[in-house]
Each structure stands twice: as structure tokens, then as C-alpha cells.
């Protein structure tokens, strides 16, 4: 055994042992980045591996969800699977879940792999560790500032997917990550009918460019915000890259019911909201090809699945229940979740929303350019009784999105503040049982510690 990996395994399990029993939430990259400035070659030397039960999950959204998902109804059924299911996806993330599971040697007791993997590493981790398997949930407008255009995060996988000859299991209504097709022989495609949150866009919204000819694609109806029924003006370029249609297809999704279908077999959602329709779809696919489990069977295991924490949760303070929604800046698609999860409630309500400065590159900057993607023609019968904008930066600048998309300037109150005191005061007093909230996490985690403190 290489002295160095031997050396980079001891520190990253007593590394991994010693925050467990500070914090078993943390730490959740620590041993790998530790492992791999002791040995960078380390995701090279772990013996056991067979790269055809590895998959790795990227994509704009719903990467970890999937991932997630994936290990959830593997284990369903017995299977032992390793995974990065905190989340952490860059490549320290992945080296600290192998060495958290592998033995000291570096050898892998594991029936499957499921790791989700960031986009732009996605080669580098791909180059160093064995996998057959590749899923792309979606990719679209997301960090411009390290990401730039969605093409060329479309290009680096590519490039993946050529060099290393991987199986892909591709969301085959949404034109970017369907067209990867082109780039594999061997191709699973998932993909939802249209239902009845499904929407349209008038010509004042820009689409994209077909990743093919470059021209305009045009949406008969978007399921999600960028999925739906499309073809290219130019080429004629459709879903499921010019198949009839997708392998795995949910059909008849009732969400009043909270049940879908795929094939013959019918589903219950625990969670209704639209995007979830596509990460049922990519988990069934994938644990079909991969493992033979049945369509009835991840159907099973899905009426257990949980979220991973922070995505979807509710916060209940006096009479007021707060629903939060993870808001990922800079994506419209997130955005237009929101608003169509905020259509779908009936009840009245009162809507918080909190664009905000993005600090996880430097240098810092806001914006909010992706918020005109969004349709919120959705909002016109949402019966919410006022909109309350948020954060020191931007509010005014996010309350006018609205107010172009339809938002009658009435209903609209600015509160230009970043403090949860005075957030939470205008919660408390908005004379509404019924809050939706969409702002960053770590003002949400302020906003549940205040709450916590009040209660």
C-alpha cells in the first residue's frame, strides 16, 4: 500500500470520528479535503469499485434530491450504498464519503455508489474515479458568475461524457440536458406529460438556443420552468432528442390526489410540488436500470422518501405557520417553483421574498436578472392578500420584477432590512395565518433561531 494513501486514510477517519462526536451534522467535507492534501491521487487507489453500480448526479437543480432519492429506495431494498448525501459535492466531498465507508486499506464494501457531483468538477472527479453511470436533472441560468452561460457548463459535460463512454440518464424534456444524447450510444430518458400545473409563456420571454443549430427553441407548454413539449423553428429538434418518447414518462399526475403513474403502476407523491415530478421519474429510471428494482417498487419506497432537510420546511409560531422554500439565487427555475407552490394553495396569504446579496464567490455582487425569466401570470388568482420584499439590497429592485410581471403595486410593501427582528415583526403583524417564504438559507436559519427565541 501507497505510504501517502495509507497516511491520508488514518487522518481522515480520526478526523471523521473526532467532529462526529462534536457534531455529527458537520464536517461533512473536512477528511476528504485533509486525505487529499496528503494524497491527491486518492480517489485512483480505492480497490472494490465497480464502475458499472457507480452513478454520478449533476445538473442545475435537483441534484442532490435525486441523489438522495436514489440511495433511499437502493436501501429499500437492501442494497449497501455509499453516498455524499449531505450534499457536499465537490471533490472533497466525494473522497470524504469514501474514506468515511471504505476500510483503512482503501477497499469498498458497497453494492452501489451515488454520488452527486458539482458541474464543473465533474470532470475532475470523473478522471480520477471509476463510473459507468452519468444523470443530468437539468441545466439551465444559475451563478453567472462562475458558471457564465449555461452552455458551457452543457460543454464540460459533454466533453465527460465523451471521453469516458458513459451511460446517461437524461431529463428528455428539457433541451440542454436531452441533447447530451447526442454525445452517448447508450441513453435513458425520463421525462413527465403535461399536467395541470403546466403553463405558457408569450414571445416577450426569452428560451434559449437550440444546443443543435443555435436557433429558437420554442416551449408548447413548460411543465417546469425550461421542461416541457419543445422543438427547435430551425431543425426541428424535440424531446427525447427526436424519440418518440421517453423510457420512464410519469403520466396522469393528480396533484389534488397526490398520485402519478409510470406505465401501469401508480405512485403516491409526498411532496406535490411540480419539479418533484422529475425527481421521481430520474430516481425510478435509474434504480430500474441499474439494480432491476421494479417501478412498484421504488414506488413503495417513495412514500417514505424525505427531503434533505432544508429544501421544503414549516416553521409554526402562535397561530402563523411559515412555509419555507429553498431559494437558490440566480435560478430562475427555483423562482418560478416558488410562485407556482404559492398558486397552487388556495387559502389566503401573505408572501415574503428576499433576494440578496450572492456571497458564495468573491468578489459579492446582487442582482436579479433571472427574476424576469419568471412567469407570474400564475400569481393572478393565487389569493394573496400582500407581498412583502425584503433585504437591504435589492427589495425595491425585486418588488419591480413583480410589478412588470402583472403584481398590482398595491399589494406590495417594501421592507428594506436584512435584520430578523424587524423581518419577523412584519410576519407577526401582517394579519395572515398563512406565510410563504423565500429567502436565503442562512436568513432562514436567522429567521428559525428568532422564532425558536420567541416561542
Given at each position: ?351 415574503i421574498i428576499g433576494f440578496g446579496t450572492v456571497s458564495d464567490y468573491d468578489p459579492y455582487y446582487v442582482n436579479s436578472f433571472y427574476a424576469f425569466d419568471c412567469d407570474y401570470s400564475v400569481l393572478k388568482k393565487a389569493n394573496v392578500r400582500k407581498y412583502i420584499f425584503v433585504t437591504d ?63
Amino acid at each position: 500500500m501507497d505510504f501517502r494513501f495509507f497516511r491520508a486514510m488514518i487522518t481522515g477517519k480520526t478526523g471523521n470520528i473526532a467532529i462526529s462526536m462534536i457534531d455529527r451534522n458537520r464536517g461533512t467535507t473536512w477528511a476528504g479535503r485533509k486525505a487529499l492534501e496528503i494524497d491527491p491521487d486518492l480517489l485512483t487507489r480505492f480497490a472494490g469499485i465497480d464502475p458499472e453500480r457507480v452513478i454520478f448526479v449533476t445538473g442545475t437543480n435537483g441534484k442532490s434530491t435525486v441523489s438522495n432519492m436514489i440511495t433511499h429506495i437502493l436501501r429499500s431494498k437492501g442494497y449497501k450504498v455509499i453516498s455524499n448525501s449531505e450534499g457536499a459535492n465537490l471533490k472533497t466531498g466525494v473522497a470524504a464519503a469514501l474514506v468515511k465507508k471504505a476500510s483503512l486499506s482503501g477497499t469498498v464494501r458497497a453494492d452501489y455508489c451515488v454520488f452527486e457531483t458539482d458541474e464543473r468538477y465533474l470532470a475532475q472527479i470523473r478522471d480520477q474515479l471509476p463510473c459507468s453511470n452519468l444523470l443530468v436533472t437539468n441545466l439551465q441560468k444559475d451563478q453567472v458568475q462562475r458558471n457564465g452561460d449555461p452552455d458551457f457548463v452543457y460543454r464540460k459535460i459533454a466533453a465527460v461524457a465523451d471521453k469516458h463512454k458513459m451511460r446517461l440518464f437524461l431529463n428528455g424534456d428539457e433541451p440542454r440536458s436531452c441533447s447530451l444524447a447526442d454525445h452517448s450510444d447508450n441513453v435513458v430518458f425520463y421525462g413527465v406529460s403535461r399536467h395541470s400545473m403546466a403553463f405558457t409563456k408569450d414571445d416577450t420571454f426569452v428560451t434559449l438556443p437550440c444546443p443543435k443549430c443555435h436557433s429558437r427553441i420554442r416551449f408548447g407548454y413548460y411543465n417546469n420552468d425550461g421542461m416541457g413539449a419543445f422543438k427547435c423553428d430551425r431543425c426541428g429538434y424535440t424531446n427525447n432528442n427526436g424519440r418518440e418518447a421517453a423510457q420512464y414518462r410519469i403520466t396522469e399526475a393528480d396533484f389534488d390526489a397526490g398520485t402519478f403513474r409510470m406505465g401501469e403502476t401508480a405512485f403516491l407523491m409526498p411532496y406535490k410540488q411540480t419539479y418533484m415530478l422529475y425527481n421521481y421519474a430520474a430516481a425510478t429510471a435509474v434504480c430500474r436500470e441499474l439494480a432491476g428494482i421494479t417501478e412498484a417498487e421504488s414506488a413503495a419506497a417513495i412514500r417514505s422518501f424525505k427531503v434533505p432537510e432544508g429544501r421544503i420546511e414549516e416553521i409554526t409560531s402562535g397561530s402563523q405557520t411559515i412555509k419555507y422554500y429553498r431559494f437558490k439565487q440566480e435560478n430562475p427555475e427555483t423562482l418560478q417553483n416558488f410562485l407556482s407552490a404559492v398558486a397552487a394553495d388556495p387559502e389566503e396569504k401573505v408572501v415574503i421574498i428576499g433576494f440578496g446579496t450572492v456571497s458564495d464567490y468573491d468578489p459579492y455582487y446582487v442582482n436579479s436578472f433571472y427574476a424576469f425569466d419568471c412567469d407570474y401570470s400564475v400569481l393572478k388568482k393565487a389569493n394573496v392578500r400582500k407581498y412583502i420584499f425584503v433585504t437591504d439590497t435589492i427589495a425595491y429592485d425585486a418588488a419591480n420584477c413583480f410589478i412588470y410581471g402583472g403584481v398590482d403595486p398595491s399589494m406590495i410593501e417594501i421592507l428594506p432590512t436584512s435584520d430578523e427582528e424587524e423581518i419577523f415583526d412584519a410576519i407577526k403583524t401582517c394579519g395572515c395565518s398563512n406565510i410563504y417564504l423565500n429567502v436565503k438559507l442562512h436568513m432562514y436559519e436567522e429567521l428559525k433561531e428568532y422564532a425558536r427565541k420567541e416561542m
